[in-house]
């Protein structure tokens, strides 16, 4: 069969390269694109007879992920026009392809295989699986789309083992139930396809072909009514939901409290559980810490609550932040049903949770929070419901300042606070957002101050102790 098989590719090689040279010879044919697309074919051809050569062995358990991605779909992406080893030597801005998105993924953390750019904007992301797995399993492919559409701007997502080859629009969340309205079956592939329906692969996939659009015009074709799912307005329905989840539950479980007690209850408590998450994925604190409190929870409870291994983890978390988020609070002594709480945790983990925070713009995130300030619990006829608060009602809703208006502003009166000074001096300013709601001011002063100190010592900024007159 190996020699069959090889037998057959070899013909297409040889089919290719006739191709190429007449579009070489023939000034009729000399489109630059014709000959550039007729030697990735030839270079594709020969993975696929290299593949099918020893089909058994790559399939194998014993053939790593790393190797398949080395021998076979680097090699596959450089021949569409990707320079996916960097070989040009440029810095990471510039280069073409990295990995951008951390997660779990079996078991450990992982970054996404591919984030392939074009002038620093991602167009696709590629999730690379070991043949000897399934690149069908629901998981890789919620992985896949995760990593698109969390981004906010990249719409679309391939999983691949080499063997088999899927693709995905990303412009909804990676949930279950829309999976297989997400795929894109003109581009359902396996590996003996390749060379046969290579055109698609070129005009859809090569470095030319999405440099001028043509995965946007590919989307446009597969359904030009759909809108992109708004990560920010998906998130803040879980936060909603989360509130009046964890809002009855505390009713439930301590009726003495106030309806003002119950909202400062909720509010502290989801603020933990989600900068919590944030602070894992982000790599700032170790990834699963939650995950680690609920399994210590289940294993080795003896009968003490949830609440208290989370409380446990908070404690620490505000011994190192020293900020309020952690900080001790009265909600800290009030009785939370387990459930309530697993819940909670497991709809912001993986593969539950649509959401990889690492990747998600922290702009986008503010967007989010600001919204969900703009909200209370109320109680109608002993009922709990989320309402507006009466300032944002008569306001006429939430409005979060633009990222133009931010950066005008800051241009303005940050930046030649900032200009000429030593990290010392940057260190010593006092900067304050009066307002700050989502953080729209406060995360760009903060990339501001880090990178006008980075030319001369940006560990000399961080470093520096706080003054004990700032307080919490």
Known sequence: MALEWAMVFLRLI??????LCFSVASPASADP???????ARVKVAALVAKFAANEDHYLSRRYSEAQLRQEFIDPFFEALGWDVTNASGFQ???QDTVPEARLWKHGAVHYADYGFRIDGRTRFFVEAEAASRDVDNAEHIDQAIGYAWSSTHTDFAIVTDFEAFRAFDARTSPQGAHRNQNEIMTLRLSYKDYVERFPILWETLSKPAVA???IDQLLAAIDPELIRE???KAFLADLDRFRLSLGKALKSENPGLSIEELNAATHHILNQIVFGRVLEDRDIEPTGRLREAVEAWRTRSGGAALWTFLRAEFGRLERRYNGVIFA???SDSLSIPDDTLNEILDALYPPTSPYIFSIIPLDVLGRAYESYLGKRLEEVDGTLKLALRPEVRRAGGVFYTP???VDYILERTLTPKLSGKSPDEIAALNLLDPACGGGAFSVQMASRVLAAAQPRSRAALLCAQPRQDQGR
Do not use: I, N, P
């Open 230 to 232: 708004s990560v920010d």
């Open 403 to 405: 990222d133009w208006m």
């Open 212 to 214: 001028t659009g043509a």
């Open 92 to 94: 990471l801005y510039k």
């Open 33 to 39: 694109c014709e000959a550039a697309c007729a030697s």
């Open 14 to 19: 040889l089919t290719s390269c006739v191709a």
């Open 328 to 330: 001790a609070h009265f």
